[in-house]
Every structure is written in C-alpha cells, then in structure tokens.
C-alpha cells in the first residue's frame, strides 16, 4: 500500500498531515482558525502558551493546513495572521489500495484569499 497525496505534486508530505491532524492542540487551533488570527489571538482562545502556538502553527503550516494570509502593522512591526486554508479533508482508499489524502481547499479561504499576499 502506497501513501499518497491527491492535491498537488507541491503537497507536504502525507505523514505531515496525519501528525498534525492526530495533534489535539493542532485540531483545536485548526477548529479556532475560521478568519484571520494572530499568534497571540489564538494562544489567548485556545489557552496555550505563546510557545506551543508557535510550534503548533508551525506544524499546521508545514502540513499545507494553515496559511499566513496577512500582516498587521504595529508600531514598527509586522504582525502576522493565520487562517485554515480548507474546507475539508478525507481519507481513503483510491485504485491498487493506495491511501489517498483529499485536501478541498475551493471555497475555505473566501474573502480571505486575496488579503495581505504581500508582504
């Protein structure tokens, strides 16, 4: 049985995705993340500390999960934001038994997309 990704030929790798999905502090960022939020936004929702959700968002953004989708500016720096980036994700079985991950991303940024791409 092979494991593979059906989005793109760019798509992290699927033991990625399953670390990041089989993470309970990353699902419950991942479930907090439905507009854009700074690190300190979610670290203050979730109840974590500022460390782990930089480590979590890391994770999450490495697995193609999460997108940094702007930069707030204050004072002398920039902020960044992060939103999750699909609307669903399934697991299963294509042709040869091959274990697919089917990320759908069409509609989960929204209005989001086009915010803030460049920094």
């Known amino acids: 049985m092979s494991l593979e990704f059906s989005t793109s030929d760019d798509a992290p790798a699927f033991e990625c995705v399953i670390?990041?999905?089989?993470?309970?502090?990353?699902?419950?960022?991942?479930?907090?993340l439905e507009k854009p939020m700074t690190v300190h936004e979610?670290?203050?929702v979730t109840g974590r500390p500022?460390?782990?959700t930089y480590r979590k968002?890391?994770?999450l953004s490495e697995a193609g999960l999460v997108?940094?989708?702007?930069g707030i500016r204050?004072?002398?720096?920039?902020?960044s934001r992060y939103v999750a980036n699909f609307e669903r994700l399934s697991i299963g079985f294509a042709d040869g038994n091959e274990l697919r991950v089917d990320i759908d991303r069409s509609a989960a940024l929204g209005l989001w997309s086009n915010v803030g791409q460049e920094f």
């Open 19 to 32: 670390a990041a999905l089989d993470d309970g502090a990353c699902r419950e960022i991942v479930a907090v």
């Open 42 to 44: 979610v670290a203050e």
């Open 50 to 52: 500022l460390s782990t």
């Open 57 to 59: 968002l890391d994770s």
């Open 67 to 70: 997108e940094e989708v702007e």
């Open 74 to 79: 204050q004072e002398r720096h920039r902020k």
